[in-house]
């Protein structure tokens, strides 16, 4: 099993539309919890923190359920710039060091 | 302001040839660093990390190396390439007092072993 699963899509929306991504990891001691995006051919840059309260940025909702070991992504009235894939990080503690561990990303083409 | 930066951009190089990737961070000192892979409609695989110069961690056996001869220097090496090695290679930095902030990555290396 994958230490991070996400549903590789593509989710194909019109502009306007409200989706969401979903997102399992593995680790139950993972504390931290992220996501990025990344557009085709570029590095990630981070998008927002999820934090266990749930956090809004704007258009973007994310939302952590530890029990569930599970996380979301929501996007409303969705715009063409957002077309990207979305990738969910959690952190992993080993070897005395953290490290953040990426999912394979959720492809989000949003059209006209 | 902190800055990472990463080349080459593309490199395409014959099998058993050597490599060598550079990434440096500007205004900062101390910078966790690592060096992350992503193949092809792959997810990013952790390949090093460094907690300081000459600490050099690797997550994977493979056919690459990393070294820390500066702070503010991450190198990535080979000694001979295979043409599974082709992907792209991100570097990656975070403050030293929070290492597990939010990564801030370079441009990338778009590497295609021929």
């Known amino acids: 099993r994958k230490e991070v699963e996400q549903d590789p899509g593509p989710f194909n929306v019109p502009e306007g539309a409200t989706v969401a991504f979903n997102c399992t990891y593995s680790?139950?001691?993972?504390?931290?919890f992220f996501w990025y995006r990344q557009d085709c051919r570029k590095e990630p840059k981070l998008l927002m923190s999820?934090?266990?309260s749930g956090n809004e940025d704007g258009r973007f909702t994310a939302q952590l359920n530890r029990a569930s070991q599970y996380i979301s992504l929501l996007i409303r009235d969705s715009k063409l710039s957002d077309s990207a894939t979305y990738l969910c990080?959690?952190?992993?503690?080993?070897?005395?060091?953290?490290?953040?561990?990426f999912g394979a990303g959720t492809r989000l083409a949003v059209h006209p | 302001s902190q800055t990472i930066h990463q080349w080459p951009a593309t490199l395409v190089q014959p099998v058993g040839s050597p490599l060598s990737l550079e990434c440096t961070v500007e205004?900062?000192?101390?910078?966790?660093l690592y060096w992350y892979r992503q193949a092809a409609g792959r997810g990013l695989q952790l390949l090093f990390y460094?907690?300081?110069?000459?600490?050099i961690s690797s997550e994977v056996p493979q056919n690459l190396s990393a070294s820390r001869p500066q702070d503010r220097q991450f190198i990535l090496s080979s000694k001979k390439l295979l043409l599974s090695d082709s992907g792209f290679y991100l570097c990656?930095?975070?403050?030293?007092?929070?290492?597990?902030?939010?990564?801030?990555f370079g441009s990338g290396t778009r590497l295609t072993v021929v």
């Open positions: 990656a930095w975070t403050p030293l007092d929070r290492p597990i902030s939010g990564y801030t």
């Open positions: 680790n139950s001691a993972s504390q931290s």
């Open positions: 999820v934090y266990s």
């Open positions: 990080v959690v952190n992993r503690f080993s070897g005395g060091y953290n490290k953040l561990i």
């Open positions: 205004g900062t000192s101390n910078p966790n």
């Open positions: 460094s907690v300081g110069i000459g600490q």
